[in-house]
């Protein structure tokens, strides 16, 4: 690798430096295995969907829809990548993929296969919903998501970190009763699975009788259910004669909540949203499938500490660098990014990939900018770049 001297950005010496690597991501993931071998916490790529309409290209040409070899193109071109990230990714890392249906089945299978990720180590298959618009000009159906397969290094090894609560969750917490233990919200008593030898009816001293409806099962046992009626753990409502329910508070949950699978655009974003912030930044959208800030850092929030490595070999518009600078910036961490991107013309619009889209817009993430439009002035993430 050459360092490019005249676009070295540093704007705190003492912050951890970044890496644009401009050429073939198979030459760089190659030089990358002297450098970072076992050092890659999080990897994400959203690698060509070989859809047929120009969005691969295989031996310096593109592949049509009309190729019989087309899947086999496309998966020898990613088997060889993969293998390079593979051995990048320390043993508790992981790695997310972008696709959608054109090869999705086949991308499972080649990561599933020993000679990679192996079938064990799949971790989930996320489904993003891109868009809440229908297609009313689409063939059959109106197609608005796509998936972002997730696999580990090893999975024995692998720890998520739980996401922040949000405020809607909490509001479902609160205190009629003036509890002193705080807020809280309530569940039922009964369960759909259980032991059948452990179904009864009680009576508490309060003169409510209780027991499961049909076909459940009591949550607790009779001695844990009286303890919880001798705490004031039950709630029998306003009126004190409601069908108990056990109290659950607030500050005995989890400060975290576990991921969902699936993935709104009111949670990670769409691909429009993606596309208005590109065009905020470069005055215009000259990136047909950008993805969205919140999309990436829900997956880096998921693996990776605050001095976590994220390498990003498919890099396009730079959305990865972009939500790994937002994340330092809201919780103070010190993550670094790795991005691999080629310099070809970008769908024939004109606009050379790494040097017109992703590192202007890399630096002007870094530095600052004007928001197309109105002109507000956007404050810099801070931050390095080589």
Known sequence: LKE????????????????????????ALSVLNYTHAKKIDVIYIDPPYNTGNKDFIYN???????????????LSFMEKRLKLAKSLLKDTGVIFISIDDNELSRLNMLMSSPDLFREDNFVASFIWNKKNVVQNDARFVSVNHEYVLCYAKNINKLVFNLLPRTDELNARYNNPDNDTRGLWTSVALQAKSGSPS???????????????????FPRLNKESLIKAYEEKRLWFGLSGKNVPRLKKYLNEVKQG??????????????????????????????????????????????????????????????????????????????????????????????????????????????????????????AGLGGNLK
Not at 60 to 74: F, I, L, P
Not at 199 to 207: A, Q, S
Not at 286 to 308: A, H, Q, W, Y
């Open 60 to 74: 310096d040409h593109y592949v049509d829809r009309e190729d019989g070899y087309r899947h086999s193109k496309w």
């Open 257 to 378: 909540v576990i991921s969902n699978s699936i993935l709104f655009p009111e949670d990670v974003g769409s691909t429009q949203l993606a596309k208005e912030i590109i065009k905020r930044i470069l005055d215009e959208n000259n990136f047909d499938t950008p993805k969205p800030i919140e999309l990436i850092k829900r997956f880096v929030r998921l693996n990776s500490d605050k001095k976590g490595i994220i390498l990003d070999f498919m890099a396009g518009s730079g959305t990865t660098a972009h939500a790994v600078l937002e994340l330092n910036k809201e919780d103070g961490g010190n993550r670094k990014f790795i991005l691999c991107t080629n310099n070809e013309n970008n769908n024939g619009n004109g606009y050379k990939i790494a040097e017109d889209i992703c590192y202007p817009r890399v630096k002007k993430v870094i530095e600052g900018y004007k928001k197309n439009g109105n002109g507000e002035k956007v």
């Open 4 to 27: 490019v001297k005249g676009k070295e950005i540093i704007t705190d010496k003492n912050k951890p430096v970044n890496l644009l690597i401009e050429g073939d991501n198979y030459h």
């Open 198 to 216: 452990n179904i009864y009816e009680i009576t508490f001293p309060n003169g409510i009788k209780w027991k499961p409806v049909n076909g459940t």
